[in-house]
């Protein structure tokens, strides 16, 4: 699953996991048993039922990875949608309407939250994340302290895991706060599930955004999960009564049968494994360049991801470099144009990277031939950057 064969036949190695992880053989094998079901999954005959059931199967598959009730996950085109169905003021309790007057988003958080869903954007507030990358507690609870409950609730949305640091946030401690202060928490576990152990029941906030593509499942498909379903956001997209009316639209039924596989395949305790080839990726760079800064190092973070810059190596170009070699990584996070702008994440954590940095991220099946040929190329790239003489002090 990491390897893959290059145009010149060398062997490629996927490092950018945390962009888009590889779709899983079992995913794949779901997606096309479903495409063999061609109906409706809102039918009521016979093949109307069996997608129904595929739906339904990868309900509790999902379910059962996070803890919960498998009628409290809502399925959706991916974590972005998720996002902007559960950012918004209006919410229902029971029958009764529910308002959130302000939502709390954290600086380092991924741009589909930053952008605050449905609420205006004067009534979203970023708080920041120390230099370390955790966000800022103290922060938090002065935020909140300061909240006019009268005028609504306070909703706050903060990432589990970092996409760029990897750095994995405190949840259940900020979900203490959240609740302490009478609000509601969503938590943006993209990057944790299936990497860390998520179990909504543990206190870690009222509602999970989650996306298929980054546990091995297809690109399109996402969810969002509540911890009761009793507080539900209005839908962002209305029409048929689909996902009990919290999501209208005909389930793309091939997409969630293959998220549901790879959220059975899905193995928390296999993937913090991946810290011995954490270290050894770090090591080598720290030996090829010693003043090179692996940001977020000093706490937790998630065991497949690492993101470093090297003074004097800009790192656009080093991403190209590596490319031509058959390394996939990134310089920063992917985004849909196309282009590398400067980390906000780094820019919240007071980080001044003028040459930007590198992510590196992979999974348990990542092969070790990859750590040597990134040690080979990244030792060519800051040779050709730096040249010996330039060395001084490093
Ligand atoms: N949240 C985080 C932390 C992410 O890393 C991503 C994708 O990069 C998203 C949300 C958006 O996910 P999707 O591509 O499913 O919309």
């Given amino acids: 699953m990491s390897s893959g064969s290059m145009v010149t036949g060398e062997r490629a190695h996927y490092l950018d996991y945390n962009a888009s992880a590889p779709l899983l053989a079992d995913a794949r094998d779901a997606m096309l048993g479903a495409l063999e079901v061609d109906a409706n999954p809102s039918s009521v005959h016979r093949a109307g039922r069996a997608a129904r059931g595929m739906v339904n199967k990868a309900r509790r598959q999902l379910a059962a990875l996070v803890n919960t009730r498998p009628d409290h996950v809502v399925f959706t085109s991916g974590a972005t949608e998720a996002a902007a169905t559960l950012l918004t003021p209006h919410y229902t309790f029971g029958r009764s309407p529910l308002t959130f007057s302000r939502l709390y988003v954290c600086a380092a958080d991924h741009p589909c939250v930053l952008a605050g869903g449905r609420f205006a954007r004067n009534d979203v507030i970023a708080l920041p994340v120390l230099a370390s990358g955790l966000v800022d507690l103290e922060a938090l609870d002065e935020a909140l302290s300061g909240h006019d409950n009268g005028a609504g609730l306070p909703l706050v949305a903060i990432h589990w895991a970092n996409n760029e640091t990897g750095v994995i946030q405190p949840v259940t401690e900020i979900a203490a706060i959240v609740k302490a ?142 490319d031509l070699a058959g ?32 992510r590196v991220s992979f999974a348990p099946d990542t092969s070790a031939a990859a750590v040597g040929r990134f040690h080979d190329e990244l030792g060519k790239i800051v040779a050709r950057a730096r040249p010996k003489n330039s060395l001084a002090g490093a």
């Fill in 181 to 322: 202060k009478g609000g509601v928490l969503v938590v943006d576990a993209v990057q944790a599930l299936g990497r860390v152990p998520v179990d909504l029941s543990a206190n870690c906030g009222d509602y999970l955004i989650l996306s298929s593509h980054k546990i091995g499942g297809p690109r399109g498909a996402g969810a969002l999960v509540a911890q009761s379903d009793l507080m539900m956001p209005l839908p962002l997209i209305s029409g048929g009564g689909q996902e009990r009316g919290h999501r209208a639209g005909t389930e793309a039924v091939a997409n969630i049968a293959g998220f549901g596989a790879a959220a059975e395949t899905a193995d928390p305790a296999r993937f913090a494994e991946c810290v011995a080839m954490r270290d050894a990726f770090e090591a080598g760079i720290l030996e090829i360049a010693p003043d090179a800064v692996i940001h977020g190092r000093d706490v937790p973070r998630l065991s497949n991801t690492l993101f470093f810059s090297v003074p004097g190596v800009k790192a656009e170009t080093a991403q190209i470099a590596f």
């Fill in 327 to 358: 390394l996939a990584v990134s310089a920063g996070s992917a985004c849909s144009s196309g282009k590398v702008g400067k980390s906000h994440v780094l820019t919240a954590m007071g980080v001044e990277a003028e040459e930007g940095a590198i």
